[in-house]
């Protein structure tokens, strides 16, 4: 793009090799911006909370997990790197390629705050709650204990069945 961009501006010389170079996308890393484009409620999101009175929300809920979403600092020290085991290298900071641990309270924290977004949205719009329902039923499915049939030798016999 950066070259069709020159080649346009008579900056570079034009000729059927350029031409061909330039329309096989391997000049992409400055993406072509035909419209301006303002993306208004994502501007400023700590504004849009502190005038909507949601302040507490956007620190509680929005501006730890934003230095991790954008890879400050701390993140990259907590989640990616990891201190080299060589003695003589003094402890300096490395990749590590390891997956970070699951935290599983983000799962009730992001149920949490999908029930409160969509109580928020059924009460707005003066809609039915058809999301309790599933919910509960979806809860009463996990407390139940699944019901074991047959003898254990019968489980084992099906099993090497499906084996085969
Ligand atoms: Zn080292």
């Known amino acids: 793009m950066q070259l069709r961009k020159l080649l346009e501006e008579g900056k ?35 504004k849009l909370a502190t005038d909507a009175g949601m302040k507490h929300e956007y620190v509680l809920h929005y501006q730890e ?6 890879g400050h600092w701390p993140a990259l020290r907590r989640y990616y790197l990891e201190m080299c085991r060589e003695p003589l290298h003094r402890l300096h900071l490395q990749p590590n390629f390891a997956l970070p641990p699951l935290n599983p ?9 999908f029930t409160e977004a969509y109580d928020l ?3 707005k719009w003066g809609l ?3 999301g309790t329902p599933l919910v509960d039923r979806y809860f009463e499915c996990c407390d139940t204990v699944p019901e ?9 016999d099906s099993q090497s069945r499906r084996a085969q």
Not at 12 to 27: C, G, P, Q
Not at 148 to 156: H, L, Q
């Open 12 to 46: 570079l010389e034009d000729s059927a090799e350029l031409r061909k170079f330039i329309d096989s996308d391997s000049d992409e890393e400055i993406a072509d911006e035909l419209v301006n484009v303002r993306l208004k409620n994502f501007e400023d999101l700590r």
């Open 65 to 70: 997990e934003s230095t991790i979403v954008h």
């Open 105 to 113: 309270q983000l799962l009730d924290r992001a149920f949490l705050l």
């Open 121 to 123: 949205w059924i009460k």
């Open 128 to 130: 039915r709650d058809q």
């Open 148 to 156: 074991v049939g047959g003898t254990p030798e019968e489980a084992t």
